[in-house]
């Protein structure tokens, strides 16, 4: 890899806020990146993707957010795209707010990084044209996006209701579809770019209890070949990164977790994650966002300039037992 991004954001109690998205500290967390945007006016960061532009949907907090601040620590100015609505129906556990959107904003900007935020849903394909257009006008082109937003579920096959499979498959497969539609024009303008999809380690195996969920993500997968192949040749490179078990709100809720662990109450992720490193060829049981994260990093680089149409996993050594 050709980046070399700092290691010391992991550890940032501030940064875990934001990233975590834990709604009732993101006041707290706001203040204390806030003040980092002011200290970091002089620091804008450079490397690999400086005066590019980076488009994150789903970007408020979790996997989006980490990505965002190593494409922000490697130079690129940041849109952060995101529906910041915790009670959606049709979805198990809370998205995020209008403050975690404003929280992630400050953390960008304290890194001395120019972000922009968005508040749309990817299932709205005017959402997206809308926000790619003003990301357009405000930082001269779009180069680089991240289709990340989705949403999950966990649960036996037969109970999963009608309007729960058209939120997962609308938001998952369909967002992800609209995201590429509307970033085409704009990459298009900029002579080439790099979409990465983010799907899932459930796409490369069946589940009993993520059925609707794990259908979502080998769609995304499939879907990333075509766009590979169909803009490839204009120099749009489309890959997927398929990550474990990750440390995020997506995952580290009761509705999940209890479903992860029948028979225990209250089980904690902490718990999960111990149980799957019991069976996983590298002994842990989940990534932290960051490592997903260094993965989309790697697809902007000029070491992934040949690359097109591939799936990286991230999960803690189970692509080894993967046969797809
Ligand atoms: N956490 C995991 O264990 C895990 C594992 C594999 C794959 N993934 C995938 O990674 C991606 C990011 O997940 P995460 O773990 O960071 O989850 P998260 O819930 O922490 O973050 C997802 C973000 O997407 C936003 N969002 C949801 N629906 C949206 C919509 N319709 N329009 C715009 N924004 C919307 C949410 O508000 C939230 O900020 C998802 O596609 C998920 O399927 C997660």
């Known amino acids: 890899m050709t980046h070399d991004l700092p290691q010391d954001g992991p550890a940032d109690p501030a940064r875990r806020l934001a990233l975590g998205g834990a709604l009732a500290a993101t006041a707290a967390t706001a203040a204390a990146v806030g003040a980092g945007a002011a200290r970091a006016q ?3 960061p450079s490397g690999h993707l400086s005066g590019k532009t980076a488009f994150v949907t789903g970007g408020a907090r979790g996997i989006g957010l980490a990505s965002a601040e190593a494409m922000a620590r490697a130079g690129a100015n940041v ?13 198990d556990y809370a998205l995020s707010g209008p403050s975690d959107l404003a929280a992630a904003q400050a953390w960008i900007e304290g890194l001395g990084a120019q972000c922009m935020t968005y508040q749309g849903d990817v299932r709205n394909l005017s959402d997206l044209q809308d926000a790619m257009s003003q990301a357009v006008d405000l930082f001269g082109s779009l180069d680089i996006v991240l289709a990340n937003a989705g949403v999950g579920h966990a649960g036996p096959i037969e109970d999963v209701a009608a309007e ?27 002579g080439g770019g790099r979409i990465i999809y983010i799907s899932s380690g459930l796409s490369r195996t069946g589940n009993p209890i993520f059925g609707s969920y ?18 490839g040749p204009e120099g749009i490179l489309c890959n997927v990164v398929a990550p474990g078990l990750v440390r995020t709100p997506f995952a580290d809720n009761a509705a999940t977790l209890s479903q992860m662990m029948p028979g225990v109450e209250n089980p904690t992720f902490d ?21 997903i994260a260094e993965a989309v990093l790697f697809f902007t680089t000029d070491a992934a300039r040949h690359l097109a149409g591939e799936v990286m996993d991230v999960s803690y050594g189970d692509a080894a037992r993967n046969v797809a």
């Open 42 to 44: 002089d620091a804008a």
């Open 79 to 91: 849109v952060l795209f995101d529906i910041a609505t915790p009670n959606l129906p049709h979805v």
């Open 164 to 190: 729960r499979i058209s939120t997962l498959y609308e938001t998952n497969v369909g967002g992800y579809m609209k995201t590429t539609q509307a970033a085409l024009p704009h990459l298009r303008d900029a």
């Open 214 to 231: 794990g259908a979502t993500k080998w769609a995304v997968n499939g879907f990333a070949k075509s766009a590979a192949m169909a803009y």
């Open 271 to 291: 718990a999960v994650s111990e149980m799957i490193a019991q069976g996983s060829t590298l002994g842990i049981g989940h990534h932290e966002p960051e490592d």
